[in-house]
């Protein structure tokens, strides 16, 4: 726990004790209503990528399941409590599995108009109340006394929030957290280290309308009256304008948001209408100005600002440290030397009417590294997309071990023991090269997301990390571990990548074009670092464009012109034939 954190529970309960006026404990209490729903969203929005401005819905669904029973059959608001949680959950299981598969604006699209929709269905419903909607909503009671007091509640509400930070922090430094963070950087390189990304949304989904629906209940129980307006759609865009002006990715930025919003739009309610002599909403306006502007020249939310005027040592990100030591993690069983790993046969691919891949085959046995080369648009990408299940071939088959494996999705094929790099570099700029690395070990782990949140994966975090440490230590990157990992070089970036393929424990280690782009100096580390695991019988298939960096590295070359096979063998008779050289030198 940092310093900052301390500070700030320190306030929060002192706040009431002091002589603090009630207006400003009730605009705490806003504050911490709209926090808990902003910090939902800086998941689901802010690290996976996912925009929503429907949350308001979900408010309302835990506010009116609660005021609905307690009024109507007088439950007692704990089970209310349960009753909202259970249907917000089960709405956002829904909701989630038809909208998060939408892409692009689709998905924004498609919260609107459940945003919108739930607006009218409480609305309209005579059992809620219609317009007019509930009243006499029991206060809360906890340990006999009640909390129908500001002050009161105020305890509540923010021992909310505390524990939705917590259990958002503790979620997003694990192994289910880094997946989820890894969404960011697309669904195909989260797929190919192992994560089910469906269900990583899905559950994201499903936390921030928990949290939402939380904070209905506790909005319900303190106003003691419910209405559909605050959860309408204006709602949720504000809940949006809090994550967003906090800094989306950050959960305290969720907090900051909230306050500033809601203490900005008071101001605004009384100063606007004075200034402009008349009636009317025109905070919204000013609101919307503001989030523009922002947008323009903050992109990450305020929270980063703030973040640079606090004192150094508030500051300090507990970094993600591997542990002094833990137990290595198990290691699959490798396949014998020379024993048939990967057999392409007939593979085919068209898009439309251009065939990428035409009648494609070549093996590759344990402990042999062969080079895939051929000039650009060759189709090597295209032929490594069908063997890590990117793509389905039109026709042929990719066998590993024996087994087909084409159809499988990617998380299924790395699981099998075949992990890559990409040749456009994939990875998360803003986590730590070592969190980067520990992607990788995705599938060496167990720990979900109820256990990540309630840090009871202490144990094989550490592990997970500890093999992370060890991989970056084997490809010489092990110094720049706390690195962000957008600041490496370009050569780093990719030495990166392969380190955390390693970390997939492969038995077969596929590269796209590692060497692309690579200075001089960079080209030479690679190439020992590639020599170095060749010896030790790491098995390699390697796509490359520069016939030189692979000469001395493979074992075997395939080459490939027009999707088609036109050579394959040793590297120095490849080398020689007349069509290889007629395909590198256009026909000299
Ligand atoms: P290489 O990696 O050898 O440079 P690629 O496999 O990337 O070549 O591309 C082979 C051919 O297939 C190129 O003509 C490319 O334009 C085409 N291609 C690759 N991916 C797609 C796609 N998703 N849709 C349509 N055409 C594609
Ligand atoms: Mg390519």
């Known amino acids: 726990m940092n310093r900052l ?16 006026p009630e207006f400003w404990i009730t605009q705490a209490n806003y504050i911490g209503l709209s926090a808990i729903v902003a910090i939902g969203l800086v998941l689901l929005t802010g690290v996976g990528g996912m925009t929503s401005f429907g949350q308001a819905a979900f408010v309302g669904l835990g506010a009116y399941a609660t005021s609905y029973l307690s009024t109507t059959l007088g439950v007692s608001p704990w089970l209310g409590l349960l009753a909202g949680v259970a249907v917000s959950m089960a709405v956002a299981f829904i909701l989630g599995a038809l909208t998060m598969r939408l892409s692009g604006h689709y998905l924004p699209l498609g919260t609107i108009a459940w945003g919108l929709s739930f607006f009218f269905l409480f609305g309209n419903m005579e059992f809620l109340g219609r317009f007019d909607g509930l009243s006499g909503i029991p206060p809360l009671e906890l340990f006999g006394y009640s909390l129908r007091a500001g002050q009161d509640i105020f305890y509540l509400i923010w021992a909310v929030v505390v524990l939705a930070v917590v259990a958002t922090q503790n979620l997003l430094n694990s192994r289910p957290g880094r997946a989820i963070r890894a969404l960011k950087g697309g669904v195909v390189m989260a797929e190919a280290m192992g994560a089910r990304t469906v269900w990583l949304k899905l559950v ?90 922002l947008l323009q020249h903050a992109r990450n939310g305020l929270w980063p600002y703030l973040a640079e005027l606090m004192p150094r040592r508030w500051r300090r990100q507990a970094l993600v440290q591997p542990p002094a030591q833990a137990e290595s993690l198990p290691v699959r069983a490798r396949p014998a030397a020379g024993e048939s790993l990967l057999v392409v046969e007939g593979a085919r691919k068209e898009f439309g ?39 389905d071939v039109t026709r042929g088959t990719v066998r590993y071990l024996g087994e087909d494996i084409q159809g499988l999705p990617s998380r299924e094929i790395v699981r099998r023991g075949i992990a890559r790099t990409f040749q456009h570099v994939k990875l998360l700029g803003n986590m730590s090269v070592l969190e980067n690395v520990a992607l990788g070990a995705h599938l060496r782990g167990q720990a979900g997301v109820l256990r990540s949140m309630l840090r009871l994966n202490r144990g094989e975090e550490a592990r997970l990390l500890a093999e992370a440490q060890r991989q970056l230590e084997r490809v010489g990157l092990a110094h720049l571990m706390h690195e962000p990992a957008g600041s490496l ?36 580390a690679l190439a020992e670092l590639l020599a170095r695991l060749r010896g030790e019988g790491m098995s390699i298939l390697i796509v490359e464009h520069d016939m030189d960096f692979v000469m001395n590295l493979c074992d075997r070359l395939v080459v490939m012109e027009f999707g088609t096979l036109i050579a394959e063998g040793v590297p120095s008779v490849v080398q020689q034939d007349p069509a290889v050289l007629e395909a590198y030198l256009g026909g000299l």
């Open 489 to 524: 070089a370009l050569g780093q970036q990719r030495i990166l990548e392969i380190a955390r393929a390693l970390c997939c424990d492969p038995a077969l280690l596929l590269l796209d074009e590692p060497a692309a782009g690579l200075r001089y100096k960079e080209k030479e």
């Open 5 to 20: 954190f301390l500070v700030f529970i320190a306030l929060l309960a002192l706040l009431p004790v002091l002589p603090t």
């Open 204 to 293: 994201c989904f499903v936390f921030a309308a928990v949290l939402a629906s939380l904070s209905g209940w506790l909005y319900a129980h303190m106003q003691r009256s419910v209405n559909p307006t605050p959860f309408g759609l204006n709602a949720g865009i504000e809940y949006l304008f809090m994550a967003v002006i906090g800094g989306a990715g950050h959960v305290w930025g969720a907090i900051f948001g909230a306050g500033l919003v809601i203490l900005l739009k008071d101001q605004l309610q009384s100063l606007l209408p004075r200034l402009f002599g008349e009636t009317g909403s025109f905070e919204t306006i000013v609101l919307g100005v503001l989030l523009v502007l």
């Open 353 to 391: 009417g251009l065939v990428a891949v035409n009648d494609m085959r070549f093996e590759v046995k344990a402990g042999e590294v062969v080079g895939l080369i051929g000039p650009n648009g060759a189709g090597k990408s295209t032929m490594f997309n069908l063997i890590t299940g990117v793509l």
